[in-house]
Structures are given as C-alpha cells and as structure tokens.
C-alpha cells in the first residue's frame, strides 16, 4: 500500500512529463515511460498478477476513481507487456459503482447534433485580469465543420453564431452536444468554470461565459455531450460523486456519457482526433470504443504520438453506442455481464485499495 500524498507526487511528476513530451526529447520520452510504469505496477500490479488483466481475459475496463486517482490520465498507463492501458482496453470513468447499475434510455433515437466551434472567430476576447485572454481556434472550426459534413443533422454555431442566449434555448433540444472553444477551470469555485461563447451585445442579459452553475439548470435530453476544451474534467473533489465541475453539471443537467479533457489540448491534433472519435460513432461503435480508435489514430501518427497529444480526453459514464434510428442497420445495445473486482480509491487515511468493475460482452 501507498499513501495518497506519496501517489499525489508521483503523479504530479508524470503528468510533469506528459506536458513535456510535446517538446519530443529522448529523455523526457523515457523519464514519462519509466513513470507511467511505475504508477501502473501501484495501482494494477496486484491484479495483474492474479491474471485478471489477460489480453484475452476482457475487453473495456471502467474505472471508479476518489481522490488523487481522478488526476490519473489511465489511458496512458504502460502494463507490464509494455503497451499502453488504451492499446488492450476500450476504458471509460463512472462516479461510483452503483452508477453502473442506473438505467440508461436504450430506444432508437433521431440523430442530432447541437455543435458549436470556435465561438471567437477572428477576434480577440480579454474575459477578465484573472481568466486571462482567448482568441481564435482556427483547429476547432475545422473540427465543427468535419463534425457538420459527416453528419449532416448537426447545427453548427460558429463566431458570432454561438451566443449563450440562443445555445440556452437549443440544448434541450438535441441528444449529441459538442463544445469546440475555450475551457475555463476554476478549481476554488468549480460550478464557476466555464465554456467561452461569442460576445454578447452590450444590451444582452449573459455575458458570453456558459458557467457550470447554469449548465446544471437546464433539463437535457442529450444522449451525449463532448467538451473539447482544455481542462474540461477538472474541478473539485467530492468526496464520492467524482469532480464538481462541468462534466458534473452536465451529469446534474440529465446527460448519461460525457467526453472532456483533464488538461490543456492542441487545437489542431485535437479537431483530427474528435474527427475519428465521430466515424466510429457513426460506425455504431460503442462511445468507449470510438475514443480508443481516436486516440489510437493520434498515437499512429509520427509527430504527435506522445500521450501529451491523446492521452487528455475521457469518457465518463455510460458507454453504450449511440442507437440511430435512421440507420440502415439496426443495432441493438448490448447487454453486459458485470465481474466486479474491487473499487479504486483513496481512504479518509490516505490508504489505496484497489477495486473496479470490468465489462465484458
């Protein structure tokens, strides 16, 4: 067993390391493998010896995660085999073990997409002395228009398009909500943190800044919600309902499955990986799959394979694909057996025990 405040600095460490990969040097290349490695032998080695964690054994992992583990980018753990936890495993993120057991609407639905990308469009937008300064995301316009052209039922809102007001009055209205723009974390005040929109008309009741705190008001059909903006599944712990912060608020608002990211992303890698996030979606894979097939695609490439550039997002909730009703095959969402091992987390002392629940078709 480890203390948490020991764990805390190791992780501290890699994700040190993971921000320096982008720079692509050999040694801070090999400083982040030896670290991903170590963490992955504290939390998983146990249960890898027991021969739980066979290639063959399962297929997705979920992971139930307290305390420091929440800051655990778990894709990027490197197994005892040496490859990497995304490369054996579809993974996603619940907030507690029972939550695995709460009914998700599994009918035939009409695909509709509520996308909104680069709200800023060429203009520069200075929020305030302490949230600091945001402009354009040339990556995210791509990223909204690719989204748009695979699947023509989206609504793309981009510049001046996407004011608060009116994206209010839409949510409710689409099961696939997609953020392209500018994230705000406010770690002290979480239900603070934001998504930046357009600028308002100095006439206008909102301000531009959709808060996490007005996301929980509203009642959502969405199925999902993808937040593809820096630090979108940051916030503050707790103590047993994962982060408070906007993936919370979009839990409280009423949606299942949400996509966000745990630090800041690369504009441009991230509009070509939400792009194949989305074929596979579209493809009626499950939503835990399709992020494996998008970080897998970033992680092929030669220039940006550093877990830096795909290891940010990840998927929180419920993982079924999406059951399109206007498509040509009808899919079923499948049924799963649980085995359930033991539940990660952090006790009040500071002891790590190892448990989690592991999917299997």
Not at 98 to 113: A, C, Q, R
Not at 120 to 130: A, E, H, M, S, W
Not at 252 to 261: D, E, R, S, W, Y
Request: charge should be positive; include cysteine.
């Amino acid at each position: 067993m480890v203390r948490a405040a020991d764990l805390q600095l190791q992780i501290d460490a890699w994700l040190g390391a993971i921000a320096a990969g982008r720079f692509g040097t050999p040694a801070g290349r090999t400083e982040e493998i030896k670290r991903a490695a170590a963490i992955y032998r504290l939390i998983f080695g146990e249960v890898e010896a027991s021969g739980l964690l066979k290639a063959d054994q399962f297929k997705r992992l979920v992971l139930v995660a307290d305390s420091v583990l929440l800051r655990i980018p778990f894709a990027a753990l490197i197994m005892g085999n040496g490859k990497r936890i995304i490369e054996q495993y579809a993974i996603s993120s619940a907030i507690s073990l029972g939550s695995l057991t709460w009914p998700t609407e599994t009918g035939p639905i009409d695909l509709s997409v509520l996308c909104i990308a680069d709200p800023l469009g060429n203009g520069v937008r200075v929020i305030n002395q302490t949230r600091g300064e945001f402009g354009r995301l040339e990556g995210a316009h791509e990223e909204g228009t690719a989204i748009k052209a695979l699947l023509p039922a989206t609504k793309l809102l981009t510049g001046a398009q996407a004011r608060e007001a009116q994206i209010k009055r839409e949510m409710p209205n689409y099961t696939v909500l997609h953020f392209a723009t500018h994230g705000l974390l406010e770690a002290t005040h979480p239900l603070n943190s934001a998504l930046i929109l357009a600028p308002e008309p100095k006439n206008s009741d909102e301000d531009g800044i959709l808060e996490a705190r007005e996301i929980a008001g509203i009642r959502l059909s969405a199925r999902l919600a993808v937040l593809s903006a820096c630090e979108t599944a940051g916030g503050q712990s707790s103590g047993g309902d994962g982060l408070i912060g906007l993936t919370w608020a979009f839990r409280a608002a009423g949606c299942p499955a949400i996509v966000a990211t745990q630090w800041k992303i690369n504009d441009a890698v991230t509009a070509t990986q939400m792009q194949a996030f989305y074929r596979a979606l579209n493809a009626h894979r499950n939503k835990d799959d399709a992020l494996r097939i998008s970080m897998q695609s970033v992680m092929a490439s030669k220039t940006h394979n550093e877990p830096y550039y795909w290891a940010a997002f990840q998927l929180i909730g419920d993982t079924s694909p999406l059951n399109l009703r206007d498509s040509v095959t009808k899919i079923a969402i499948r049924n799963y057996r649980h085995h359930v091992l033991e539940r990660i987390f952090v006790s009040a002392r500071g002891i790590i025990r190892v448990r989690g629940t592991f999917l299997r078709p």
